[in-house]
């Protein structure tokens, strides 16, 4: 019983607390010493990962609990060099550690209050190890990734389906398209990245442009980041490319007039005789057809006017994109309209933009959708110097909710202004 008794005291000299001295059961020492500590830690070791677990202690209620880690015992005088590799609320009782290298390791599990002081209490088998865990094999992040298998894409209405196959979950999956085959890293860093996915995933819907092949990639986001990506195909990137095909309908050809002309005025309506009278009336003198020069004083008077009225302001618009196509909300054709919009298009490639705009208008779309599309169309084939059926894009997309967008367009091509 003496023996107890010192071991209590010299425990409560080690802490710098005084305690009343009783007797030194695993209960009785948690009452004695006024400072919280784990007991009953017990570590398991499964290449590369290290899992302690322990009892919380009854003296600590809002407090958390710091795991260390050191190639060396720790203890008061080497607790400052060990490794702070965890902090666990209560209640969870367990924490997972993966060291960076191979090597023998001690651990230890300290109290601390929610103020950041933590309890310096290190007792052999109840919150710290004496003995050494030796980890001699990691796993590298090519161990860990995501494997991607039989990979699959097929046209579904106006969008490609793209199925896959992870080999675990808990791993990011980055989602790619191309026009061009997947061959090794530089072809993935030229690609599209469409989505990241959970590894938990397994498919994904594309809604591309028609008419354009498509080739497709579905690899682990890390390998990427690393460069250590391997390509495989029909595994992990299709071999032969994919497409939704082009809807086959007639051509409708319009002709712009070129010029604009007024409406024909009413004919000179000349009575030779009496409505009621019957009687022949005298023919006045109706001046012939064709322009007639006017006096001096109006000539002066129209000049006078003139010179008052502001000069027309040149037509020299810039591109405009719509908030629905900055924001790329929504699914399906927005997707990919938004896509054409803040690529190609604000990247001034008109003649590639126009050619997918027109292929987006062979899908079945809503109306508003149709009208947006038309009004990047018109401005497409604005830039691109083609006015007269630029005019025509933007005539179909006022008839709508873009009204006020259209017409600087409208008025700026009929009066020539912007014509280079």
């Known amino acids: 019983m003496r023996r107890l008794v010192l071991f209590t005291v010299g425990l409560i000299a080690a802490v710098g607390v005084l305690a009343p001295a009783q007797d030194a059961t695993e209960e009785g020492l948690n009452r004695d010493v006024?400072?919280?500590?784990?007991?009953?830690?017990?570590?398991?070791?499964?290449?590369?990962?290290?899992?302690?677990?322990?009892?919380?202690?009854?003296?600590?209620?809002?407090?958390?609990?710091?795991?260390?880690?050191?190639?060396?015992?720790i203890t008061q005088d080497t607790i400052d060099d060990a490794t702070l590799v965890g902090e666990v609320p209560p209640g969870v009782e367990t924490f997972l550690d993966t060291p960076l290298e191979e090597g023998s390791y001690y651990y230890a599990v300290l109290a601390a209050e929610p103020d950041g002081r933590t309890y310096p209490i290190f007792i052999p088998f109840r919150n710290k190890t004496l003995r050494p865990v030796d980890v001699t094999r990691l796993e590298s992040e090519e161990d860990l990734a995501a494997s991607v298998y039989d990979i699959e894409a097929q046209p579904q209405d106006t969008a490609i389906v793209v199925v896959f196959n992870p080999s675990r979950t808990g791993r990011t999956l980055a989602v790619y398209r191309s026009t061009d085959p997947f061959t090794d890293l530089q072809s993935v860093a030229d690609a599209t990245l469409l989505d990241e996915?959970?590894?938990?995933?397994?498919?994904?819907?594309?809604?591309?442009?028609?008419?354009?092949?498509?080739?497709?990639?579905?690899?682990?986001?890390?390998?990427?980041?690393?460069?250590?990506?391997?390509?495989?195909?029909?595994?992990?990137?299709?071999?032969?490319?994919?497409?939704?095909?082009?809807?086959?309908q007639p051509a409708v050809n319009i002709e712009i007039p070129r010029a604009t002309k007024r409406r024909a005025p009413l004919p000179i309506l000349q009575l030779a005789s009496g409505i009621q009278s019957g009687e022949r009336l005298a023919v006045p003198d109706v001046p012939a057809g064709g322009a007639r020069p006017v006096s001096a004083t109006t000539r002066a008077a129209i000049n006078r006017l003139l010179s008052r009225a502001p000069e027309p302001a040149p037509f020299a618009p810039d591109p405009v994109i719509l908030p629905q196509e900055r924001s790329a909300d929504g699914e399906g054709v927005a997707v990919t309209l938004s896509r054409i919009v803040t690529g190609e298009f604000a990247n001034g490639e008109y003649l590639r933009a126009a050619d997918q705009l027109k292929s987006l208008l062979e899908l079945p779309v809503s109306d508003e959708t149709e009208q947006r599309i038309r009004f990047y169309l018109g401005q497409s084939l604005y830039f691109d110097g083609r006015r007269e059926p630029a005019f025509m894009e933007f005539l179909v997309a006022s008839d709508g909710p873009l009204y006020a967008e259209t017409r600087p367009w409208i008025e700026g091509i009929l009066t020539g202004h912007g014509d280079g």
């Open 34 to 73: 006024f400072a919280p500590f784990v007991s009953r830690l017990r570590v398991a070791v499964r290449d590369p990962q290290v899992r302690l677990t322990w009892r919380d202690s009854t003296d600590l209620s809002n407090g958390t609990y710091r795991v260390y880690r050191s190639t060396e015992e």
């Open 197 to 248: 996915l959970d590894s938990s995933s397994r498919r994904y819907a594309d809604y591309p442009v028609p008419g354009v092949s498509y080739y497709y990639g579905v690899f682990d986001k890390a390998l990427i980041e690393r460069g250590t990506l391997e390509i495989q195909q029909n595994e992990n990137v299709l071999s032969q490319p994919v497409q939704i095909a082009l809807a086959t």
